[in-house]
């Protein structure tokens, strides 16, 4: 029995959903783009724990190998929103997302 099996499962979907939601609220109610970003950030956390703490108790290194995955896609993610932003910032000296509706035509 591993150390993460120790822990009961519901453990695991619950501190995984509480943080899920923390990140569904900081997306809805935050107007700050970087805090956004790290709101998608803590949402695809909690999805790689929960992928993580179900492979280990099925004894299946499959949900592992998708958490490389969701991490790689979440860094390419990263480095690109990151980009954006550093361009809207250049531009407008802001980052908060009300202020973007002045950019268009």
């Given amino acids: 029995m591993s ?3 120790a822990i009961p499962l519901n453990w695991y979907i619950l ?3 509480v943080l899920f939601v923390i990140g569904v609220l900081g ?11 790290m709101s998608v950030e803590l949402m695809l956390n909690a999805v790689n724990l929960l992928l993580t703490a179900f492979s280990s ?7 592992q190998v998708f958490v ?3 991490m790689a896609v979440a860094a390419a993610e990263v480095a690109v929103g990151l980009a954006i932003l550093i361009v ?3 531009n407008t000296s802001s980052t908060d997302i009300n202020f ?3 950019l268009k035509w």
């Avoid at 107007?31 to 970003?37: D, K, L, Q, S």
């Avoid at 108790?57 to 949900?63: E, L, N, V």
């Fill in 27 to 37: 997306v809805l109610y935050r107007r700050n783009a970087i805090i956004i970003f």
């Fill in 57 to 63: 108790y099925r004894g299946d290194s499959a949900g």
């Fill in 15 to 17: 501190l995984s959903a």
């Fill in 88 to 90: 809207i910032y250049r």
């Fill in 3 to 5: 150390t993460i099996q």
């Fill in 68 to 70: 490389f995955f969701i």
């Fill in 100 to 102: 973007l509706n002045k």
